[in-house]
């Protein structure tokens, strides 16, 4: 029997707001009371091809305090695909002093009608007083994945992600920002239906709270909605600049930032744009359009508007909350480059950037059946 299961549910608390990010999809449930649990082994994104399907649902957020009581109930409709993008003013919970979030219910309340499925029961991350966060890029960043040929997809879709190399000095870096109580945001190209590998892989080193961002790509094939499309399978401008705004909005404007990619594809000029909306002397316009004629981006009509009005909120933001967060920018080298990859006659500040070089290390090689036997006298 299949019912409604969330993908990812992220809830944040700030001073002001209650942020959610969530996504819900329909999923078999495949553990019966009286069945032994297999063990945990880490899994690999096409065991989760099914989030390819898309649905709609209504989800009520029931809000409780230390003792549990309930002060705020109110049910949310997603959008086409199963998604929420939630924020809950505080001062419409009437919180008063002895009363503070505790806990956050979910429920799908619109598959059948008058049941309340539980979807789970969520610690929201406090991220209340100053904030320092740490946006990362994943793939060619933290690990040396590949995408360019059928074989190397299919190995990919196949495989848990522990077993592409390694980026050593990357994740080095990230963890020693992370050590300082940044908190960690996950960016990659890959699909959505990747985010239990990824999450695999983010346990087994011992980060735990992370934020995943993916790309969804129901939407790049979708006909109706034109916010991704087909050119965006391998231009990754829109796609991560909006992310990273989303970022901003779910969460507040922050007091300090790392933002660490690669000189692969487009993450210098996505960065030092995302720098510019912060420190730059440009008007939002002026900025979107430098970046609607850039390869990174490419911009079809409605993702034009989409990305302007972006652009506009964060400007508003960031006059709203009357902050200047320090950023500090990492970007991965590819060989022994000593300049960023950027488009020509480039007005963007490189001096916010620093070039950094990393090892790679590779997973041991695992034995074949044959050469794992251990010969008998």
Not at 250 to 258: A, F, I, K, R
Request: charged share 25%; with cysteine; aromatic share 12%.
């Amino acid at each position: 029997m299949k019912r409604a299961h969330a993908v990812h549910f992220l809830p944040v608390l700030t001073d002001k707001w209650i942020g959610i990010k969530a996504s819900l999809t329909m999923k078999e449930n495949i553990y019966s009371s009286g069945e032994k649990l297999e063990k945990f082994s880490p899994s690999f994104p096409i065991q989760a091809y099914r989030l390819l399907n898309a649905y709609h649902f209504k989800m009520k957020i029931v809000i409780k305090d230390e003792n549990l009581e309930p002060f705020f109930e109110e049910v949310f409709e997603s959008d086409s695909y199963g998604s929420f993008q939630l924020k809950i003013p505080l001062n419409e919970l009437k919180i008063d002093t002895n009363r503070k979030v505790h806990i956050i219910e979910a429920y799908e309340v619109g598959k059948i009608n008058g049941l309340e499925m539980l979807l789970g029961t969520y610690l929201p991350l406090d991220l209340k007083g100053p904030k320092k966060y740490i946006i990362c890029d994943f793939d060619k960043t933290l690990v040396d994945t590949k995408y360019s040929t059928p074989e190397e997809i299919y190995y990919s879709l196949t495989s848990p992600i522990d077993t592409f190399p390694t980026l050593t000095e990357s994740i080095e870096l990230f963890k020693k920002f992370f050590d300082q109580g940044f908190h960690p945001f996950i960016l990659s190209a890959s699909p959505h239906f990747y985010e239990n590998a990824i999450r695999d892989w983010l346990y087994a080193n011992n980060i735990y709270t992370a934020g995943i961002f993916l790309k969804d790509y129901r939407r790049v094939f979708s006909f109706l909605d034109s916010d991704l499309s087909p050119k965006d399978l391998k231009v990754q401008g829109i796609y991560k600049l909006g992310h990273l705004l989303d970022i901003i909005y779910l969460t507040g404007v922050p007091e300090e930032m790392v933002l660490m990619g690669d000189n692969f594809e487009s993450d210098p000029i996505i960065y030092l744009t995302f720098y510019e909306l912060f420190y730059g002397n440009k008007e939002p316009r002026q900025i979107w359009k430098t970046l609607k004629d850039s390869e990174s981006f490419k911009l079809n009509h409605k993702q034009n508007s989409l990305v302007l009005n972006k652009i506009f909120e964060l400007s508003d933001a960031v006059k709203r909350s009357g902050i200047k967060p320090k950023i500090h920018i990492y970007i991965r080298k590819r060989a022994n480059e000593k300049n960023l990859s950027l488009p020509a006659n480039h007005d963007l500040p490189v001096h916010a950037v620093t070039l950094y070089e990393t090892s790679i290390k590779h997973p041991p090689k695992l034995k074949s059946k044959k050469e794992a036997q251990v010969p008998t006298k």
